[in-house]
């Protein structure tokens, strides 16, 4: 497994690009903008055939394993694999919904826990009880008893901190969530948009966790009052406006990841320049389901447990900057080192989510960013 920068990048700018999930849902048109793609070949026209030997995988625009990867399915099975990326996280969860009687592929992957109650209620999965040995590690992250999302794998939404800015400024690094509230730490955070970043209402619902329904709108109160700045996207927020981020930025604080750190380990180093605040993260987990519809259902299930196999659950640190759901893998020397996850990350009931998610981000956005 090698961690990359690029690699790094090219999730983050997919999870940090336009999102606007909640409120899109509520005002998207029923037409897909799915490309597809045949393994290892030229994109073209999502997919409308899908004869008994093809599976079609329906993704983030995120999703990336190694190169053989799939190669290794298709040779292994006979099954051809296409693959279809209507665009970020919050856009493949609208396109499931609006094309569930006509569903786009076989078997989706990359749905996370903020949107997952909300695919399931609108029937887009069918039950499927997977068979990889991993499957018992994936059942501890299910969303419900159902069996139409299986996990895959997961990572902590956590503030970063850039340790040369707050030691050059004799300042010590905040710890909670609290602490961003305090005058000392005036104008040095920034965050995401919640309406339109997959990250920024991660952050969102881990206020939420912490502060409670009725409590997270005082906390925002204060952080806009301590010089809060809101960013459009990940990307911005961190390579733009982050001191750490390797631009020019003047915000030592940023949210990103648990997983962000080691990127930051300069050539020819051994020790991170930034690290995640443990103390404020939200737990994100991405699942794959069979749609409900699979024009070949058998094929997506074996593709499922594919995903779930010892190679790609290996694959998943260096390729989509995850943790892998399987116990079994061994992670990378550098994650175990400089990526550890928090023990008490905040969560929110999916229940909760979903029933609450569109006025959450409704009320973020007159609060936040008016």
């Not at 099975?77 to 609006?98: E, H, M, R, S």
């Not at 903020?114 to 499957?135: K, N, Q």
């Not at 990572?155 to 905040?174: K, Q, R």
Request: proline content about 6%; charged content about 15%; some cysteine.
């Amino acid at each position: 497994m090698t961690t990359t920068h690029t690699g790094r990048r090219r999730r983050a700018l997919a999870l940090g690009a336009v999102t606007v999930v909640a409120l899109a849902l509520a005002g998207c048109s029923g037409t897909a903008s799915g490309t597809g793609t045949t393994t290892g070949a030229a994109s073209t026209a999502a997919p409308t055939d899908a004869t008994p030997g093809t599976v079609t995988l329906v993704t983030h625009d995120s999703f990336a394993l190694s190169d053989g990867l799939l190669a290794s399915f298709e040779s292994a099975t006979g099954i051809t694999v296409k693959q279809v990326a209507p665009g970020d996280g919050g856009t493949l969860v609208n396109q499931l919904i609006l094309t569930k009687d006509a569903p786009l592929g076989d078997l989706a992957y990359g749905v996370d826990n903020s949107f997952a109650s909300r695919a399931i209620a609108e029937g887009v999965f069918a039950p499927t009880t997977p068979t990889a040995p991993a499957a018992a590690d994936a059942a501890k992250y299910a969303v419900d008893d159902s069996g139409s999302l299986t996990a895959i794998d997961y990572g902590d939404v956590c503030l970063n901190v850039d340790h040369s800015w707050f030691t050059a400024h004799s300042l010590a690094e905040p710890t909670t969530l609290e602490d961003l509230t305090k005058p000392e730490y005036k104008d040095l955070l920034v965050v995401p948009n919640a309406a339109t970043s997959s990250p920024g209402l991660a952050f969102l619902l881990a206020t939420i966790g912490k502060f409670g329904a009725d409590g997270w709108q005082a906390y925002w109160k204060a952080l806009q009052a301590n010089g809060l700045q809101v960013a459009d996207g990940w990307s911005d927020a961190y390579y733009t406006d982050f001191t750490g981020g390797g631009g020019e930025g003047t915000r030592p604080v940023v949210l990103s990841y648990a997983s962000s750190p080691p990127d930051t380990i300069p050539d020819g180093g051994d020790t991170p320049t930034t690290g995640a605040l443990l103390g404020t993260c939200f737990r994100q987990v991405e699942y794959a389901g069979v749609l409900a519809g699979a024009k070949n259902p058998q094929a997506a299930a074996k593709l499922l447990d594919f995903l779930l196999s010892d190679a790609v659950q290996a694959d998943i640190p260096g390729s989509m900057y995850m943790y892998p759901v399987s116990t079994a893998v061994t992670l990378p020397p550098v994650w175990a080192q400089w990526a550890p996850l928090a023990d008490h990350p905040y969560t929110v009931e999916p229940a909760d989510i979903s029933a609450h998610r569109d006025d959450w981000i409704k009320q973020w956005t007159d609060l936040v960013t008016g």
